[in-house]
């Protein structure tokens, strides 16, 4: 942690979706401590980043957790910024892995909104340097897409022969979602880079 005079935020990696609903409850409650070192050295809490709304996601263990480390924050008396970005383009890969079945991809036809990660970093480290917020905000990339079109697309343009099958029934993060749960809600921000120049760089 910084002292009084330093940064208002210190920079936390928000790329952490991959870990167990477990450790995430278990780190959820770890933001007392925060709270208390952050109270200690008179400065805000780190800007915290969120997946997608955790809110619409209470199926998942993960999310649930989320939810909770938000209300921690909110009802601790230190100041914070929570930004809430939805899914990143670096992470397709690991949504098509998952879905994985022999030659076969199964994903739903949900709506997305995702973002390229450098934006988000670019975003999160304004946001470290500024007063503040006491608030929430949404952050999101230029263009809406379907899931199962999206991996298409990715497949697609890294040669990988795996086929793209649109299944209404198939689950995200082992939840059942629906054309609300991964886009951002009403004037969400919005970030510059689209998915086709973010391919092109990295296909």
């Known amino acids: 942690m910084e002292r009084a005079g330093k940064p208002r935020h210190r920079w936390q990696d928000p790329t952490d979706e991959g870990e167990s609903a477990d450790s995430a409850r278990v780190r959820a409650f770890g933001v007392g401590a925060l709270a208390r070192e952050c109270s200690e050295l008179g400065v805000g809490f780190p800007p915290i980043s969120a997946f997608e709304n955790p809110g619409r996601l209470l199926a998942s263990g993960y999310f649930r957790a989320k939810m909770a480390q938000e209300k921690l924050i909110k009802a601790s008396s230190i100041p914070y910024t929570i930004v809430r970005a939805t899914q990143f383009f670096e992470f397709v890969r690991g949504i098509a892995k998952s879905a994985t079945e022999g030659q076969t991809v199964r994903l739903p036809p949900v709506l997305m909104q995702p973002i390229a990660a450098d934006d ?49 029934k198939a689950l995200y993060s082992g939840i059942t979602v629906n054309d609300q749960s991964l886009i951002p809600g009403d004037n969400p921000r919005i970030v510059p880079t689209r998915f086709d120049d973010w391919l092109r760089r990295n296909a």
């Not at 503040?132 to 991996?151: K, S």
């Open 120 to 168: 988000v970093a670019a975003v999160v480290a304004d946001v470290a340097l500024a007063e503040p917020l006491n608030g929430t905000f949404e952050l999101a990339g230029p263009e809406r897409i379907r899931q199962d079109d999206l991996v298409r697309q990715f497949l697609t343009a890294t040669g990988d022969a795996r086929t793209v099958i649109t299944d209404p």
